[in-house]
């Protein structure tokens, strides 16, 4: 009778063992969404992320979901703190979240990669990161979304007031939608998933963005024009739950936020490839075009009153970014 029982508990024992080893694997999983499509710098760094930290970190697997599969930033954002999504790589919209984070609303701003990272070793890990720290979130490492650039079905874009009365699609950052205002343009906030059906169907006449994001949604394919505009650096961030990530065992957390920073170089490396290889690819498709970047600059100087005004530390955000960029 005992041989029975015992031979009966081996066996619900193999018999459940491999549903336990799912079980724990399916536990380990991390979800990181995102709103980039395939080919573009977003989908290239996180697929390399994830295959870094798959790689390296044992018992954890990076699981990536590009084109807004888990939602827009937004809900991305609010499903970090609920736990369904492990990371997220907000761009933009994360001025909305925090003031502060305006600073990189402000046009011309940071004048290359190299100022970027002085910005971001001298000034965001000090400043900038713990702001978000206070509203729930935690950011383990600054990537790039890119210098944006405007495409539209009017007119090439060379001044300013060449914007007049342009309907022209922006990201759900309130200071960008100052700007754009402020140079004539009517600005209209849209998530990006939504922007190509809005230039093909004409509710919009043009958007910006930096240019792996333009290629990689193929705006090409429904936009007479391309203006290399530059007006706004925009870096992306490896976003997570402060209360979720603190789930995890501290070793974890250490190795994959060193992986994540390490990543940086990767990603300045791979953008700086992307904005070369994709403008030759769309000369064949649109009309391309410089703008008069001192015009725009020119022009710009409200946004930056009204910022240091409106936003505490704001004037002093911006003069200390400013002051990092004059060796460049």
């Not at 029975?4 to 694997?25: D, G, R």
């Not at 499509?37 to 977003?42: E, H, K, Q, T």
């Not at 075009?289 to 946004?303: L, R, T, W, Y």
């Amino acid at each position: 009778m005992k041989r029975k029982k015992l031979f009966i508990a081996i066996l619900s024992l193999t018999l459940f063992l491999p549903v336990i080893l799912v079980i724990q694997a399916q536990a380990a999983d991390l979800k990181f969404g995102h709103v980039g499509a395939p080919g573009s710098l977003f989908t290239i760094s996180v697929e390399e992320f994830a295959k870094r930290v798959n790689a390296e970190v044992e018992g954890y697997k990076v699981v990536a979901f590009g084109s807004s599969q888990l939602g827009k930033d937004r809900e991305l954002l609010r499903k970090l703190k609920l736990g369904t999504v492990d990371f997220c790589l907000p761009s933009t919209v994360m001025s909305s979240v925090v003031d502060e984070f305006g600073l990189f609303e402000m046009p011309y701003l940071v004048k290359n990669r190299l100022h970027m990272r002085a910005i971001r070793d001298q000034l965001f890990w000090s400043k900038l990161a713990p702001a978000v720290e206070k509203q729930g979130y935690q950011i383990i490492a600054v990537w790039e979304n890119g210098f944006r650039n405007i495409t539209n079905n009017a007119k090439p874009i060379k001044y300013p007031e060449d914007l007049k009365g342009i309907k022209l699609r922006t990201p759900k950052g309130a200071w960008r939608v100052k700007m754009f205002k402020s140079y004539g343009a009517n600005p209209t906030p849209m998530a990006l998933s939504e922007v190509f059906v809005a230039l093909q169907t004409g509710v919009i006449d043009g958007q910006e963005n930096p240019m792996a994001q333009i290629y990689s949604q193929k705006f090409q394919e429904v936009q007479k024009y391309l203006s290399l505009t530059g007006h706004v650096y925009t870096p992306a961030y490896v976003t997570v739950s402060k209360k979720h990530w603190a789930k995890l065992p501290p070793e974890v957390r250490g190795k994959i936020a060193s992986i994540a920073q390490g990543m940086q170089e990767f990603v300045y490396m791979k953008a700086a490839q992307l904005d070369d290889e994709l403008l030759e690819k769309m000369e064949s498709a649109v009309s391309i075009n410089k703008a008069d970047k001192n015009a725009f600059i020119g022009a710009s100087s409200a946004i930056y009153e009204e910022f240091g005004q409106k936003v505490p530390g704001g004037a002093e955000l911006v003069k200390t970014a400013q002051a990092l960029g004059e060796m460049y």
